[in-house]
């Protein structure tokens, strides 16, 4: 049985795509479609940072550079997002497989179908941004979608603030989504596919907010 990869299928017709997935012997399509999620994750976060999302540590040194050191700045910070987009294209597309590899039984070809899923959801979440910032001023790790805004309440710590900014409702459903498919592919038991995902999860929510701590070093 062979299955051809459609991204919108997972969706809109889960339970049958998840077990035609499952069901596959072959999987048709799926590195032209890697190949474009590649480059479309470069222009996503290359319009992001043309929209100055996540430029404010350039801001507030602008007064202190000259015009042709903003500038430079300017085009450093432009291809570090679109470089930052590769590198979150290919830990979602293939790290991410690989650690639910190791854990189970699932062929890695079937987790990274599973996973295009799971970045488009990402690039969603990505272009609310662009809203909650032009429109309501809101950054991205205080987004009303997030628990970050709530943290910010609790604690002024900007680690966590960051945190939990990254935990948002996409990525919530982004958890069950894995976990269903986990589930559905392998016989691990549910609370250990839980546990799988919700750790992954943390750890790369801990690795975003402290990218977002030492942004300014980065640029």
């Known amino acids: 049985?062979?299955?051809?990869?459609?991204?919108?299928?997972?969706?809109?017709?889960?339970?049958?795509?998840?077990?035609?997935?499952?069901q596959a012997e072959q999987l048709h399509g799926?590195?032209?479609?890697?190949?474009?999620?590649?480059v479309f994750s470069m222009l996503l976060f290359g319009f992001?940072?043309?929209?100055?999302l996540g430029m404010d540590p350039i801001?507030?040194?602008?007064?202190?550079?000259?015009?042709?050191?903003?500038?430079?700045?300017?085009?450093?910070?432009?291809?570090?997002?679109?470089?930052f987009g590769i590198i979150l294209a290919l830990a979602?597309?293939?790290?991410?497989p690989l650690v639910f590899w190791i854990f189970t039984d699932i062929p890695y070809r079937k987790l990274v179908t599973v996973q295009l899923n799971v970045l488009l959801v990402?690039?969603?979440?990505?272009?609310?941004?662009?809203?909650?910032?032009?429109?309501?001023?809101?950054?991205?790790?205080?987004?009303?979608?997030?628990?970050?805004?709530?943290?910010?309440?609790?604690?002024?710590i900007d680690w966590w603030i960051y945190f939990f900014g990254a935990l948002s409702i996409f990525q919530i459903w982004i958890m069950w989504f894995q976990w269903k498919s986990i589930t559905d592919f392998s016989e691990m038991a549910k609370w250990k596919a839980w546990i799988l995902v919700i750790l992954l999860?943390?750890?790369?929510?801990?690795?975003?907010a402290t990218l977002a701590i030492y942004d300014l070093q980065l640029l």
């Open 30 to 38: 799926l590195w032209k479609r890697v190949a474009w999620f590649f």
């Open 201 to 208: 999860h943390i750890f790369y929510w801990a690795v975003a």
């Open 92 to 96: 979602i597309l293939f790290f991410t």
């Open 59 to 83: 801001s507030v040194i602008a007064t202190e550079l000259s015009f042709a050191e903003y500038e430079s700045l300017k085009l450093f910070f432009l291809l570090g997002r679109i470089i």
């Open 48 to 52: 992001l940072a043309w929209k100055g």
């Open 122 to 156: 990402m690039f969603i979440e990505r272009l609310t941004w662009v809203f909650f910032i032009h429109y309501i001023g809101l950054d991205w790790y205080v987004s009303p979608l997030s628990f970050g805004i709530i943290t910010s309440y609790i604690t002024q």
């Open 1 to 22: 049985m062979s299955y051809h990869v459609q991204v919108a299928k997972l969706f809109f017709r889960r339970e049958d795509s998840l077990f035609r997935i499952r």
